[in-house]
T-cell receptor, first 117, second 112 residues
């Protein structure tokens, strides 16, 4: 079974621009979560989508948004980029989004390395 | 406020010996705990997990122990191999929320 895929793997943007990242979950997984990893803050939760609905959101500004399509693929968008948005953006998929008995594992993609100049 | 803490930023172990990575948490609502291994510029790879109804889970060389009263879990790797050298993240989740809360990670170096 193919794993989680993310495109592009690397991206360089300048301040003020916007960016869209894409994630394809493991086949059959309906939940997609996004995380940001930076050296100072570690891995932080951005948001989670399940059946095209955002179910949970982390503590990030409204410049960060996402969506999920009917085939469970997801995109995240960052508008008006700032230098501090430079990070590794990780997507994870799971079957149920952790809502069941607490045994639903999230599997991560390779990430998109975003550099904002 | 950090809900999941990995107090050792790094650990160095000799090949063949045991590696013990520790993790403490503060939220008693966490019911599922996971360990991930991560190489630079790659996504975390799932290693092993444990539900809060258990106190031990084993998978090959990897064993996770959970002490709920102490709000502490640990990952044991026996025997350690040079290929185990990576950053290890502890993560936890609350069933009503579905997102993972991660520790800051521990960098394990296994020396030949």
């Amino acid at each position: 079974k193919a794993g989680v895929t993310q495109t592009p793997r690397y991206l360089i943007k300048t301040r003020g621009q916007q960016v869209t990242l894409s994630c394809s979950p493991i086949s059959g997984h309906r939940s997609v979560s996004w995380y940001q990893q930076t050296p100072g803050q570690g891995l932080q939760f951005l948001f989670e989508y399940f059946s095209e609905t955002q179910r949970n959101k982390g503590n990030f500004p409204g410049r960060f948004s996402g969506r999920q399509f009917s085939n469970s693929r997801s995109e995240m968008n960052v508008s008006t980029l700032e230098l501090g948005d430079s990070a590794l953006y990780l997507c994870a998929s799971s079957s149920l989004g952790g809502r069941s008995s607490g045994t639903d594992t999230q599997y991560f993609g390779p990430g998109t390395r975003l550099t904002v100049l | 406020d950090q809900q999941v803490k990995q107090n050792s930023p790094s650990l160095s172990v000799q090949e063949g010996r045991i590696s013990i990575l520790n993790c403490d948490y503060t939220n008693s609502m966490f019911d599922y705990f996971l360990w991930y291994k991560k190489y630079p510029a790659e996504g975390p790879t799932f290693l092993i997990s444990i539900s809060s109804i258990k106190d031990k889970n084993e998978d090959g060389r990897f064993t996770v122990f959970l002490n709920k009263s102490a709000k502490h879990l640990s990952l044991h790797i026996v025997p350690s191999q040079p290929g185990d050298s990576a950053v290890y993240f502890c993560a936890a989740s609350v069933p009503s929320q579905g997102n993972l809360i991660f520790g800051k990670g521990t960098k394990l170096s296994v020396k030949p």
